[in-house]
Structures are given as structure tokens and as C-alpha cells.
């Protein structure tokens, strides 16, 4: 009795010095806060299916045989330990390996690196010390990129169409940035030589006094312990960027729209930005909801930020400029459903007079 409460003790102690490990490491106040809550919920019991599916001489297994001797593994081991402990290990077996690709576009993605040139350090910086909020820009919506965009009508759209959308990983650098990873995506498609540590360290919007992720992303995207941020922080961050670089160009957040009214932009040559979870995991929401310009935004766990670049109407599949798996194909369905779940937050770019 005795050593097992010895060990059970132990346990706790892991546990909690992993947990403030992970809070202290950000550097940012304002991440406790996140966390904090996100902990209490656990302590409560009401997260079902996450802290209540593992007892303490399991985890403490799990702990001592996961965590690696090399730091710099730490994220492969937190997506492992992810896979078991939200029942998507069959989903990660499924998407292992090499990024699956449409029967018959195989040729013409074996010449994308030579359309592409891969740039570690993009020839852009930052011009200003100007720091923005995104209360400094007056972002249009999806009726006003209705109205600026010029779309096919949906009888006339092909049934399958794919862009170009250059591929980065956000791994090693920016292990909880794939938003700012996604957004420089879609600027280099647009023919921006930014890379994607300029984008997280110079241009994203932070927010470090609230835990409210549609005002600034909360955390350090560079660490493990980084949260993230929703559409209206991509969009204003592009705005900045825009700002900074004095280029005509708008970013749109069109949160809300239905998934395959995107089809009209990839359509018109634009990839969007969209919201899902990490390895297409059912979305597990926390009590952490916010609101931001009428619109309520629902923090869950696998938060997740990837480009849409393709689409095929016929095998209904999309494509995915995903920033852990690079690019990879998904069950169109299946996509949407989480994409309807985690709240339509989506965000397009357009260079103005076109």
C-alpha cells in the first residue's frame, strides 16, 4: 500500500513539474492563464475522454517510456502520446509515410520543386517598429469578398482544380505555429519571399493580456507550450504585413462560409486558409470561449491551421498544405465536418485591381 502510494506520489510530481514546465517555458503570463484553466478542467473531471480514460499508474508508464533523451523530440513525442490518448492512432497509422496525392496529379507535383525554389530565409523584413492590434484594421468579411472576388458560377466550376501552394513545415522552428506557418504559405504563393520565422517573430499579432485567441495568438509559437489563434489574428497579421510592405493587397476573414463555397476561390487561383485539428482528430472543446466582433470562438485542443489548395468533386477529396504532414489528401466529407465543427474560421488573400 505504501509504494503504491509512494509512486502515486511520484506520478503527481511528474506530472505537475511537466504541466508548469510546459506554462513557464512560454515566458508569457497570459499562457497560464490559458493552461490554468484548461487544468482545471481535468482536475474537475469534465474533460471525458481525456483525463478520465487514463489512471495514474498508466500515464506514469506512459511517461516513462515516452518522454525522450533528445529535447528536440519532444514534439514527435507529444503527437505519439496525442494519437493514444484521443483514440486516433487508426487515423495516424492511416496518414503515415508519404503524403498521398489524387490518381493521375502525381506528374504534375513532381514539378513543383523546380516551379518552387524552397527558400530557408526569405529576402524580406520588417520596414517599421509599428506595432499593430487587430483593432487597427478594418477587415472585410466573406459578403464583402463576395463582392471583390470574380467567381465561376457553380455550374461552371471544374471538377477538380490544384494549386501550386509552396510547402513549409513548421517543424523545428515554430513547433505550435502553424498559423503563422499557413499564412506564409499563402503569401509565397503570392509571390512574397518571406519565410516563416519572419512571419512569427516580426508580424504576427500577439495577445498578452487576455485569453481571448480572436484578438492575438496566445503563447510562444517557437516553444511546445504556444496555444494559437483563429481567424481574425491570420487575417489581421496579413493586414500588417501588407501595411508594413506598402502592397496593395486585402486579406478577408470569411469565417462562416460554407466549405465547399471555397472551391470558387481555389477556383480563381486563391488557396484559403482554414481551421481543423491536428491529424483530422475529433475536436475536444475546453470551457475557454471567447467572443470577438459578435462572433464567438470555442478553444478546443487540437487546434489546427492548414491551407485548402485543391479540391477534386469527383473522388470528393481535398487538398491539404498541412504544416506537420506537408501536402496530403483528406476525405473531403471528413474535412468539412471538423472544419463545421471548430467554427468555419477561414481567412483568403487578394492582391487589389485584379
Same mark, same amino acid.
Given at each position: 500500500?505504501?509504494?503504491?502510494?509512494?509512486? =502515486?506520489?511520484?506520478?503527481?510530481? *511528474?506530472?505537475? @513539474?511537466?504541466?508548469?514546465?510546459?506554462?513557464?517555458?512560454?515566458?508569457?503570463?497570459?499562457?497560464?492563464?490559458?493552461?490554468?484553466?484548461?487544468?482545471?478542467?481535468?482536475?474537475?473531471?469534465?474533460?471525458?475522454?481525456? %483525463?478520465?480514460?487514463?489512471?495514474?499508474?498508466?500515464?506514469? /508508464?506512459?511517461?516513462?517510456? /515516452?518522454?525522450?533523451?533528445?529535447?528536440?523530440?519532444?514534439?514527435?513525442?507529444?503527437?505519439?502520446?496525442?494519437?493514444?490518448?484521443?483514440?486516433?492512432?487508426?487515423? @495516424?497509422?492511416?496518414?503515415?509515410?508519404?503524403?498521398?496525392?489524387?490518381?493521375?496529379?502525381?506528374?504534375?507535383?513532381?514539378?513543383?520543386?523546380?516551379?518552387?525554389?524552397?527558400?530557408?530565409?526569405?529576402?524580406?523584413?520588417?520596414?517599421?517598429?509599428?506595432?499593430?492590434?487587430?483593432? #487597427?484594421?478594418?477587415?472585410?468579411?466573406?459578403?464583402?469578398?463576395?463582392?471583390?472576388?470574380?467567381?465561376?458560377?457553380? =455550374?461552371?466550376?471544374?471538377?477538380? +482544380?490544384?494549386?501550386?501552394?509552396?510547402?513549409?513545415?513548421?517543424?523545428?522552428?515554430?513547433? %505550435? /505555429?502553424?498559423?503563422? $506557418?499557413?499564412?506564409? +504559405?499563402?503569401?509565397?504563393?503570392?509571390?512574397?519571399?518571406?519565410?516563416? $520565422?519572419?512571419?512569427?517573430?516580426?508580424?504576427?499579432?500577439?495577445?498578452?493580456?487576455?485569453?481571448? +485567441? @480572436? *484578438?492575438?495568438?496566445?503563447?510562444?509559437?517557437?516553444?511546445? =507550450?504556444?496555444?494559437?489563434?483563429?481567424?481574425? $489574428?491570420?487575417?489581421?497579421? @496579413?493586414?500588417?504585413?501588407?501595411?508594413?510592405?506598402?502592397?496593395?493587397?486585402?486579406?478577408? #476573414?470569411?469565417?462562416?462560409?460554407?466549405?465547399?463555397?471555397?472551391?470558387?476561390?481555389?477556383?480563381? !487561383?486563391?488557396?484559403?486558409?482554414?481551421?481543423?485539428?491536428?491529424? +483530422?482528430?475529433?475536436?475536444?472543446?475546453?470551457?475557454?470561449?471567447?467572443?470577438?466582433? !459578435?462572433?464567438?470562438?470555442?478553444?478546443?485542443?487540437?487546434?489546427?491551421? $492548414? *491551407?485548402?489548395? /485543391?479540391?477534386?468533386?469527383?473522388?470528393?477529396?481535398?487538398?491539404?498544405?498541412?504544416?506537420?504532414?506537408?501536402? *496530403?489528401?483528406?476525405?473531403?466529407?471528413?474535412?468539412?465536418?471538423?472544419?463545421?465543427?471548430?467554427?468555419?474560421?477561414?481567412?483568403?488573400?487578394?492582391?487589389? !485591381?485584379?
Amino acid at each position: 500500500m505504501k509504494k503504491k502510494r509512494a509512486v =502515486s506520489c511520484l506520478v503527481a510530481c *511528474v506530472v505537475y @513539474a511537466f504541466y508548469l514546465g510546459r506554462v513557464v517555458g512560454s515566458g508569457e503570463e497570459i499562457t497560464v492563464s490559458v493552461w490554468d484553466d484548461l487544468g482545471e478542467e481535468a482536475d474537475a473531471g469534465l474533460d471525458e475522454g481525456y %483525463t478520465e480514460s487514463l489512471d495514474t499508474e498508466s500515464y506514469a /508508464g506512459q511517461i516513462e517510456s /515516452g518522454i525522450p533523451e533528445n529535447p528536440n523530440d519532444s514534439q514527435e513525442w507529444t503527437e505519439n502520446y496525442y494519437y493514444e490518448d484521443t483514440d486516433t492512432a487508426d487515423y @495516424a497509422q492511416e496518414y503515415a509515410g508519404e503524403p498521398s496525392l489524387p490518381e493521375g496529379h502525381q506528374e504534375f507535383w513532381d514539378e513543383r520543386e523546380a516551379a518552387f525554389e524552397v527558400n530557408e530565409e526569405g529576402a524580406i523584413s520588417r520596414n517599421s517598429d509599428e506595432v499593430y492590434t487587430v483593432e #487597427d484594421f478594418d477587415i472585410p468579411d466573406a459578403e464583402e469578398a463576395r463582392a471583390d472576388f470574380t467567381f465561376l458560377d457553380a =455550374s461552371e466550376l471544374p471538377d477538380q +482544380m490544384y494549386l501550386q501552394v509552396p510547402e513549409i513545415l513548421q517543424n523545428p522552428e515554430l513547433p %505550435t /505555429g502553424c498559423e503563422a $506557418v499557413s499564412l506564409t +504559405m499563402a503569401l509565397q504563393y503570392e509571390g512574397f519571399d518571406v519565410d516563416k $520565422v519572419t512571419i512569427a517573430g516580426d508580424f504576427l499579432i500577439y495577445n498578452n493580456e487576455s485569453d481571448n +485567441m @480572436a *484578438v492575438g495568438y496566445i503563447g510562444d509559437p517557437f516553444s511546445e =507550450s504556444g496555444a494559437g489563434c483563429f481567424a481574425p $489574428v491570420i487575417a489581421a497579421t @496579413a493586414c500588417a504585413f501588407f501595411t508594413d510592405q506598402e502592397a496593395s493587397y486585402k486579406a478577408y #476573414d470569411i469565417t462562416g462560409t460554407d466549405f465547399e463555397d471555397f472551391f470558387a476561390y481555389i477556383a480563381a !487561383g486563391t488557396p484559403v486558409i482554414v481551421w481543423t485539428t491536428m491529424y +483530422m482528430a475529433e475536436p475536444e472543446f475546453t470551457r475557454l470561449d471567447t467572443e470577438y466582433n !459578435g462572433h464567438v470562438y470555442r478553444w478546443y485542443r487540437q487546434e489546427h491551421c $492548414v *491551407v485548402l489548395s /485543391g479540391y477534386n468533386r469527383i473522388e470528393r477529396t481535398v487538398q491539404i498544405n498541412d504544416p506537420l504532414e506537408g501536402i *496530403v489528401t483528406r476525405n473531403l466529407d471528413e474535412f468539412a465536418s471538423i472544419f463545421n465543427q471548430t467554427g468555419k474560421n477561414a481567412v483568403v488573400l487578394k492582391k487589389m !485591381g485584379e
